[in-house]
């Protein structure tokens, strides 16, 4: 196995603490959310890296790695807790640690059950689970290509993340490109199509035969 990085000063957070109880990296956390809930760490932390300007911004050294808004200070039902000690003129929460950011999104992700997120394997599919969700308000074509650039752009980190994968995490695709989408979104177009001209057809018939009873 691979080990991850320990090296903070390579994410731009040389001169800052990770957090009180963590002192984890990027790497550890996205592979701690992962645990958590089941979900790819290569997507966790390319979204990470993208909401941060890859780990520069001062949210990042605020411990919020996902452009977090209103998390406010409370536990969740299924135990998970954490701290919020501030927040900006945005309303961008400031964590009191790297643990608490952990906490929040793996039980801020699952709340994506039903846009699709938690079956996400590509950043297409990922991109589309969180725009679905209200997560971004940016173009998701945009958000999407910034995930896979991050992703092909990083390949040192893909691989460390690839090879400390929880065992309950599916593996990346990278396959699924847009135009596969688009060829998804086309059956699906097809399909409607093909629907509504039955529907007009029986219509179309039912107009007919009423004529015709009236004649």
């Known amino acids: 196995t691979t080990s991850l990085a320990t090296e903070v000063g390579g994410y731009g957070r ?33 979204q990470m890296a993208l909401e941060t300007g890859h780990f520069t911004s001062g949210l990042a050294k605020r411990h919020n790695y996902g452009g977090v808004k209103w998390a406010g200070k409370r536990s969740s ?9 501030g927040e900006d003129d945005r309303h961008h929460s400031y964590f009191d640690c790297d643990e608490s950011f952990v906490n ?6 699952p709340r994506y059950k039903k846009e699709g ?9 990922w ?9 971004y308000t940016a173009d998701e ?24 994968r929880p065992s309950n995490a599916p593996s990346l695709n990278m396959d699924d490109s847009p135009s596969k989408q688009s060829s998804k979104n086309n059956q699906n177009n097809n399909a409607g199509k093909s629907i509504s001209g039955f529907l007009k057809a029986v219509s179309d018939s039912s ?4 004529e015709r009873i009236k004649e």
């Not at 039902?77 to 000690?85: A, E, H, I, L, Y």
């Not at 929040?104 to 992700?109: L, N």
């Not at 107009?207 to 009423?210: A, F, V």
């Open 77 to 85: 039902g299924n135990g998970r807790s954490w701290t919020v000690v």
């Open 117 to 125: 997120l938690l079956q996400a394997k590509s950043p297409a599919e």
């Open 14 to 46: 040389s001169k800052y603490n990770w957090g009180k109880g963590y002192n984890k990296n990027p790497e550890q956390i996205a592979i701690e959310i992962s645990k958590n809930t089941g979900l790819p760490p290569e997507l966790i932390w390319a």
């Open 141 to 164: 074509g945009h958000y999407r290509s910034l995930l896979e650039s991050i992703i092909k752009g990083n390949k040192d980190v893909i691989e460390r993340l690839k090879a400390n």
């Open 104 to 109: 929040y999104m793996s039980w801020y992700y």
């Open 207 to 210: 107009k007919i035969i009423k």
């Open 127 to 135: 991109a589309h689970a969180l725009k679905l969700g209200g997560y």
